[in-house]
């Protein structure tokens, strides 16, 4: 409890001392109250820009709120440019751990010492970051691999600094006017399951099996081989891949690599991931992409990280496909209607009104060559749009976006001439073909079939017996109309003997009548 109080105090001081305060006091409910703390506190330097002071004071604070920084650069739907922007700056600048930590975690999830599971096992780690970190290694068998071990004691540190983050969130939502729609609470518990998603490393190397077999035969992208063999939620080992970081392109000139196709090649790759798969690798920025120039792989991608995945049901596909062909055909009306028709925007939502928004947000893109527009920022610009019409944007669409900001902005620094719609194009068109013409139709039927197999054999008795039951009444019926009878022949019993009860009393009042009468006669 002291612990957890005196990092509420260290949090509050970085607060202060950055301005954060400040950032929003805007927003706030009681502008008296934001009137007074910006009065109070007058002797710190806030004159940076506001992003980079938030960007210091999350640095400051660690490796998790770096994290935390760091996701908040994907939500563009809800952060404001500026900041969004200067938090794509943060990286996990920590310190690597002890290499006797390391062989302590190995040997505790493998149950055996690194010098019993390797020929050789180097204590010197060669990548650093908040979550893991990556030594390399030799199996016995001579294959070259590398060694991720998560760093020690971070679910305790996790769980602290996110129950902070939740308080903080909980008080946001109280006093910021703009609560309502940046969600504080709903984007801190995004940031809690992606860390305590992130901690398990057995689900990452899921994540890179599914991507190679995916990718399995392919000359475009590698994917290391995971060995399962010595791989827990605390350890994962893969096959070391060789190459220059995407990022150097002087070396990767210099060996003769095709800057043009490679960055063709990696728009390819994306949308081939996104509409063919609908399984994406979320965090394709250039420390995580090599270029191999081995002679049997010369030129072909590399990807490394798999801790964050992005993934595309049909309908999500759909809805991006229509949107991307509807936008670039300046069909606006199109691209309105598929919102409702999603159920992203309500119901009521006039197509008119959306159309017309959706006109004046994108129209001014288009002013431009094919070639500079932005795939990126015509998303961005779709959500900016959607927050007027109270449209909820899907998280996996918000990891879609930040990737393909990554993408262009990778593929542009390969090859500025890049025509990112050239590339894209085919296949956008290839997909709906797939999804709306007779190909696709064909494929829906090959995929429907294993089922039919089970159910062909048994269609002559099911239909020989829907046949009988349409001709003969049910079991129920029956027992429901005796039912019905017995309850009308009791009814008829009660009336009967309501009318024979109501004949006796008029028999007898008259009797009693004829009675008086003659008795006073006589």
Known sequence: MVLKFLRLLKILRVAVKYGLDEIAISGLKVPRTAKLIDNVIFWRDISAPRGVRLRMALEELGPIFVKFGQVLSTRRDLMPFDIADELTHLQDRVPPF????????????LRAHPDELFASFDRTPVASASIAQVHFATLKDGKEVAVKVLRPGMKKSIDEDVALMHIAAEWIGRIWADSKRLKPREVVAEFDKYLHDELDLMREAANASQLRRNFAGSNLLMVPEMYWDYCASSVIVMERMHGIPVSQIDRLAAEGVDLKKLSSDGVEIFFTQVFRDGFFHADMHPGNILV?????????????????????NDFDKDYLSQNFLAFFRRDYKRVAEAHIESGWAPRETRVDELESAVRACCEPIFDRPLKDISFGQILLRLFQTSRRFNVEVQPQLVLLQKTLLNIEGLGRQLDPDLDLWKTAKPYLERWMGEQVGVRGMVERLKAEAPRYTHILPQLPRLVHRALQQAAEPSTVNQDLLKLLVLEQQRTNRLLSLALGGAALIVAGATVALVYGRWTHLF
């Open 98 to 109: 002890s290499s006797d930590l390391a062989i302590a975690q190995i040997t505790r999830s």
């Open 292 to 312: 191999s120039v081995a002679p049997q792989t010369f030129g072909r991608y590399i990807a490394l990280d798999f801790g964050i995945v992005g993934t595309l």
